[in-house]
């Protein structure tokens, strides 16, 4: 078994635990992967260079992947289990979100990593795959940073839909999962890094989806300014995602959908 069998037998309490947060729906598993499987993928994460998409913008410098081919068979091997239905309907389960998927692509499950000074701001994840034409729900991500430091930093931080704290900061540590609900109550993202040469911030994501139903309002991937940034980014970054999302709607009106899908993947 690839997944560590007490979240299993806990499934109870996980299940309560997800249900009563708020405002965002979220629970931390340590341990989620089997020892020996969680030390496979960090002994064989691809190095830094190796990753294909680059992402270095205002808002954020990291890179990330997901040509599960070019990698260990360990990494394949999580994806698969992540695909199967006795996962998607543990995952369903937990969240109380029936028939849960997950495609075999890059909306579906790959790697990040960044170095020194590697970010994220704080952003809401779009909910609508336009490949697709599903609604996207859930995140998982599991950590994979083994020895890491408190004064690394790089704490996943899950703020206020208001913006006003930051509600939970959750170290990423070896083997610990991370799964919550994708929608304009998880603003969420991390601080810039301070990390020694060698070191890496590392991660597994996975993403799932819904059939469109009931409660669906489309909302697009967007950064959000935290309270402490300073004016001049705070301007830039409003500025930058109003263009970016009305540039969108424009293609959009004209049937042209937006190349950049990595918009998508920037957790």
Known sequence: MLINPIHIEALSKIKSDFANKSPCKFIILDEFLAAKVADKLYLNFPSIDSLKVK???????????????RWHPVFSEIRDMIQSNSFLDLMSKITGIPKLVTPNNSLGSGIHQGGDGSFVDVHIDVNFDPESQMWRRINLLIYLNKNWKKEYGGDLEIWSPDMSKCEHSIAPLFNR?????????????????KIPEGESRKSFYSYFYTEIG????????RFIPRPNDGVLKSILTKVKETL????????????????????KNKN
């Open 214 to 221: 009931e409660g669906f309002k489309y909302s697009d991937s």
């Open 55 to 69: 992402r270095k913008s205002l808002n954020e410098n990291k890179v990330e992947d997901y040509h599960f081919e």
């Open 244 to 263: 970016k999302i009305q540039s969108k709607r424009l293609l959009k009106s004209f049937g042209i959908k937006s190349l950049d899908f990595q918009d």
């Open 177 to 193: 999962a991370v799964i919550f609900l994708t929608d304009e109550n998880s603003p969420h993202g991390y601080e810039a890094i």
